[in-house]
């Protein structure tokens, strides 16, 4: 049988917006297709640059393995620069 959780307080309307807002700014960084997936998650951190969350982001392209980046930051406080610096080192 599948075990589910659930976050009890609900999804922080704040917190979703960031994930779409990076989503998107990921997706058009990295030129992705449809085909493409973007997932953005914070999770928490104990690293001192990162106050206590950090965001993480993969991307899933058809034939490739999965890629992981990591910005030591909040998703909402992470910037369209933050992406780039992150992504320079991603091959596209």
């Known amino acids: 049988m599948a075990r589910f959780f659930f976050n009890r307080r609900g999804q922080d309307p704040e917190t979703a917006d960031a994930s779409r807002?990076?989503?998107?700014a990921v997706r058009a960084l990295l030129a992705l297709t449809e085909d493409d997936g973007v997932t953005v998650s914070e999770i928490a951190?104990?690293?001192p640059e990162c106050?206590?969350?950090?965001?993480?982001?993969?991307?899933?392209?058809?034939?490739?393995?999965?890629?992981?980046v990591k910005?030591?930051?909040?998703?909402?406080?992470?910037?369209?620069?933050?992406?780039r610096q992150a992504f320079a080192t991603v091959p596209t």
Do not use: F, Q, W
């Open 21 to 24: 807002r990076l989503s998107s």
């Open 71 to 83: 910005v030591l930051k909040a998703m909402r406080l992470v910037t369209d620069d933050d992406l």
């Open 45 to 47: 951190c104990s690293h």
């Open 51 to 68: 106050g206590d969350a950090e965001t993480v982001v993969l991307i899933m392209r058809l034939g490739r393995p999965t890629e992981a």
